[in-house]
């Protein structure tokens, strides 16, 4: 692992390897930001000493907005400068920044001392559902056992375009959604909160380019247009969804709330981790053909915690459970057409690996509410509650390098009346 001047506790996913970028606030201060260990530093004050001047940046008003749609538009080549450059400050025996105290003073700043905003202002936002075992899993409970999986699963990245203005950053709070719901199917529809709240866990990345409505993005170039990824908490309320949903897909029980973690891991610290993609079998037709390692090996977790209780670890997954990767998901999204532009969001649907403790929802894991999960307090959970707590967490490690997310989080509120 490399070694900073700056401390980075052990454990901690933010190390030198790492280099995320997101956007803090402080005071009266919004800038971007990256993060190494506990400390947050402020690019806006590097960039005011000249420390990007040499990175033949067009525009370096790129590090004084409060998103990084502008940034991340700069390209993968010219971000990937930017993150070695500062890899390069924060390295021990690299006394440019470490040396200048003044400049320390303003940029450095505690983590717990800012607040995180979000990482940028997402246009359009797709919801994949790439994970075999997730998909095979709702069709043996929802339609025939033997044939779990639909027609099309395994011929294309199956999605939906979900509603960009109901994503938040990490720490909001979320209201149980209200809906009509149908739990009696020889009765009429009832209206009022929604009984199966459930969390989703999932990946999403973000794009850092635009296409012309009409082009295509092969699938061999589609990373060239994803600067990073975040974790990502799809909540869903799935007794409005099973009322809903036929024949257009979810709507309001997909729309009152999702959750991404506050900092943005590119795919740069995230090229140790590549593994073998899932062998595809019938074979993908040819604009979904890729070879090689387009999977990551990604630890992710998810924490249950009841209000004035403590929590319990009920799920543990892996990114390497998807099967349609993350270039064949942007390739299917364009393959029409359909063009795509900066900050735009991709989320990989509800991740479940083959165990039962790696379902990633609560409808899984619960088995649709056959199998209550025992909280330490004695509660028992079907789905979750008022005012529990739902943590996700990812991280990577691999020869003593370690890349992590940081924490997703979310409490779950009463409905509003």
Not at 79 to 105: G, P, W
Not at 222 to 228: L, M, N, R, S
Not at 252 to 258: E, M, P, V
Request: with cysteine.
């Amino acid at each position: 692992m490399k070694k900073s001047w700056i401390e980075i506790p052990g454990g901690s996913d933010f190390t030198l390897e790492n280099i995320p970028f997101g956007i803090i606030r402080y005071g009266d201060q919004v800038a971007p930001a990256t993060r190494i260990g506990d400390t947050v530093a402020d690019l806006s004050v590097l960039a005011d000493f000249g420390f990007f001047d040499d990175l033949d940046i067009p525009d370096l008003s790129v590090f004084y907005q409060p998103v990084l749609n502008d940034l991340i538009a700069l390209g993968r080549q010219k971000t990937s400068q930017v993150r070695q450059r500062l890899q390069e400050l924060f390295a021990d025996n690299c006394a440019l920044l470490k040396n200048q105290e003044d400049v320390c003073r303003m940029s450095l700043h505690p983590a717990n001392a800012v607040q995180n905003l979000k990482p940028v202002s997402v246009g359009d936002y797709t919801d994949f559902y790439s994970s075999i075992d997730h998909a095979t899993n709702v069709g043996k409970m929802f339609r025939d056992p033997s044939n779990a999986l639909l027609p099309n699963w395994k011929h294309l990245p199956v999605g939906y375009h979900g509603r960009s203005s109901s994503i938040v950053i990490s720490g909001t709070s979320i209201h149980r959604p209200k809906g009509q719901t149908r739990p009696d199917d020889n009765q009429p529809p009832v209206f009022g909160p929604s009984r199966q709240l459930d969390f989703e866990l999932e990946m999403a990345f973000i794009t850092c380019g635009e296409t012309a409505l009409g082009e295509s993005i092969p699938v061999e170039k589609a990373e060239d247009y994803i600067f990073g990824l975040v974790l990502f908490n799809d909540l869903s309320a799935r007794d409005i969804q099973k009322w809903e949903y036929v024949p257009l897909g979810p709507f309001l029980s997909k729309s009152f709330g999702s959750v991404i973690s506050p900092w943005i891991i590119t795919l740069d610290a995230l090229e140790p981790f590549r593994i073998e993609s899932p062998l595809q079998e019938p074979e993908p037709l040819p604009y979904l053909r890729h070879n090689g390692r387009n999977h990551f090996d990604l630890k992710l977790e998810v924490y249950l915690i009841p209000e004035h209780s403590e929590g319990k670890l009920i799920c543990n997954s892996n990114l390497r459970h998807l099967y349609w990767s993350m270039a064949q998901q942007l390739a299917h999204q364009t393959v029409a057409g359909c063009n795509i532009r900066t900050g735009d969001l991709f989320a990989s649907g509800t991740i479940s690996g083959p165990e039962p403790d790696s379902f990633g929802s609560m409808l899984e894991l619960c088995w649709k509410g056959t199998r209550p999960i025992i909280m330490p307090d004695g509660s028992r959970r079907t789905f979750v509650n008022d005012n529990d707590t739902i943590i996700m967490k990812a991280y990577a490690e691999k020869d003593g390098i370690r890349v992590g997310f940081g924490d997703c989080t979310t409490t779950i509120l009463p409905a509003k009346v």
